[in-house]
């Protein structure tokens, strides 16, 4: 071998060995009580933060917890699924801040999926903050003792949906806050438990919001419609197969200014037990008059009435 040759052999042996090692983003992630933020993130190799188990997962992917544990705040920036394993106890205890923020874009297929955590303020702000994803999914969750929003919507950040969770005891927030902007914001929010909350569910300016098969209790406001904000401005919010009792107002509806309008109709609700079951200031509420309204302070009203289709 010449003196040339042999040279150029010893310093591939050293590139290799100099050289940093390139891992693959994993497709499925986890973490664990007993992971390290130094693993991998894979189920066999578990690291301890979701924060850390983000930055190595592909979009695309998902995360899960395997065990009863805290797990701390994270930012998901790239389609993702976060999931606590059935059965298991996946916590985020939030000091201050956002429990859950999500920023990934809103074009077509940005989605993320929220599945099976509990968000518990301890002087958070907002258990799951939605900047920008074009569909968000918030399932089989518990939110509790925020600040200002169990789940906040903000303006032009996206779709949401929302099942099967339960959003409790943000004694001066709101449990489910949407609110539309330059472009409208789409909510459902299905088969969930809202009570405890200063507002449960607002449709703020340009929404579109419907709330199903929930139940809503323990709040100054129960649901509500407002368009007081912009020119010509839309909240819309429909109710099916509720039950809003216990609330200082069951169901309320507000607009003012600049054309803005606040409607909500309803349709096979149990309005029961509130103070005010419905209560208006320059909104409308109408019924497909087959709700049943008893035991209020006041039922509410004038209804406008919606004909079956």
């Given at each position: 071998m010449s003196i040339r040759s042999s040279g150029a052999a010893l310093a591939v042996?050293?590139?290799?060995?100099?050289?940093?090692?390139?891992?693959a983003l994993n497709n499925r992630s986890a973490v664990s009580v007993n992971g390290v933020d130094t693993n991998p993130c894979t189920p066999a190799s578990p690291c301890r933060s979701f924060s850390f188990a983000i930055t190595q997962t592909n979009p695309g992917g998902e995360i899960i917890a395997l065990d009863t544990a805290g797990y701390g705040p994270?930012?998901?920036?790239?389609?993702?699924?976060?999931?606590?394993?059935?059965?298991?106890?996946?916590?985020?205890?939030?000091?201050?801040?956002?429990g859950i923020q999500v920023n990934v874009g809103t074009s077509t297929n940005d989605r993320v999926t929220i599945r099976n955590l509990v968000l518990i303020?301890?002087?958070g702000t907002n258990g799951i903050?939605?900047?920008?994803?074009?569909?968000?999914?918030?399932?089989?969750?518990?939110?509790?003792?925020?600040?200002?929003?169990?789940?906040?919507?903000?303006?032009?950040?996206?779709?949401?949906?929302v099942d099967r969770t339960d959003i409790l005891d943000n004694t001066a927030a709101t449990g489910v806050s949407a609110i539309g902007g330059l472009t409208i914001a789409l909510t459902v929010v299905n088969n969930s438990l809202i009570e405890g909350n200063n507002v449960g569910v607002h449709a703020g300016s340009n929404s579109r919001v419907v709330v199903a098969n929930s139940t809503i209790t323990g709040s100054l406001r129960g649901v509500e419609s407002v368009s007081t904000t912009g020119s010509a401005l839309l909240s819309s919010l429909v109710l099916e197969n509720n039950v809003i009792a216990h609330n200082t107002?069951?169901?309320?509806?507000?607009?003012?200014?600049?054309?803005?309008?606040?409607?909500?109709?309803?349709?096979?609700?149990?309005?029961?037990?509130?103070?005010?079951?419905v209560s208006t200031t320059g909104g409308a509420v109408d019924s497909f008059t087959n709700n049943r309204?008893?035991?209020?302070?006041?039922?509410?009203?004038p209804f406008g009435s919606v004909a079956f289709q």
């Open positions: 042996i050293a590139l290799a060995f100099t050289a940093p090692v390139a891992f994270f930012v998901i920036d790239r389609v993702i699924t976060v999931s606590g394993a059935p059965g298991m106890h996946a916590a985020i205890t939030t000091t201050t801040g956002d303020g301890a002087g903050n939605q900047l920008a994803a074009s569909q968000l999914r918030v399932i089989g969750c518990l939110i509790r003792g925020y600040s200002a929003n169990g789940i906040f919507q903000q303006a032009d950040s996206g779709s949401l949906s107002t069951g169901i309320f509806a507000t607009a003012s200014g600049g054309n803005n309008v606040a409607r909500v109709t309803i349709s096979q609700n149990v309005v029961a037990f509130n103070t005010f079951g309204f008893t035991a209020n302070g006041s039922d509410g009203g």
